[in-house]
């Protein structure tokens, strides 16, 4: 292991990121689908890589970049499709219970087709691959060299919840969090979490 890879390290990424991501109250000029996925490419993707290349640490087996089984991978996908409706439903509860003030779908639905094409690459690519290789593929696979599957899980799945900035967003999204960091530990492939992460993600836009 690289001496400047470590839990501090990794922690001190995770900072950079959620800083990075307030930046985008910023950016507010930016049309929301196109602001989106380049937040995803320059604030997620971008240092990540920048991080593992500062570790000396490789890409491939430091993210377990493997091919899961058809088996495993079309599991995967409906694993994630499958906890959408769950937090849908879940979101629909504590919106109840906490009296969070309804958002109109109306403000975040693409307006032409074009922006639908944007918002879909947005949600269902760019999601998945670049906050998997950030939450599991670094965050996870680093706590689980010092701590067990389960607490690395729960860890990194903490981490995860924080990083969307939504106090109601990280309630619903508990159950596929923790869905997310069993599938990558157990299939030990990130392209199965990613396919999970997309199942899901593809299932909301």
Known sequence: MSR??????????????????????FLA????????????????LLPSLLYLRWAGLPFKDTMRLRKPGSRT??????????FYPISV?????????????TVGAEDILPKIPFEGVLAIIAYAVMAPLCEEVFARGIIQRTYEEYFSPRKAIVFSGVLFIVFHLSFLQGLTIIPLTLALGYVYWRSGSLVASILTHFGANLMAS
Do not use: C, W
């Open 73 to 82: 991978a079309l599991g995967s996908f409906l694993i994630g499709a499958g």
């Open 89 to 101: 439903i879940l979101g629909a509860i504590m919106q109840v219970l906490l009296k969070f003030p």
């Open 4 to 25: 400047r890879h470590s839990v501090f390290t990794v922690n001190l990424l995770f900072l950079i990121i959620l800083l990075l991501q307030l930046l985008n109250f």
């Open 29 to 44: 000029d930016i049309p929301q689908y196109v602001r989106l996925i380049l937040n995803e490419a320059f604030f997620i």
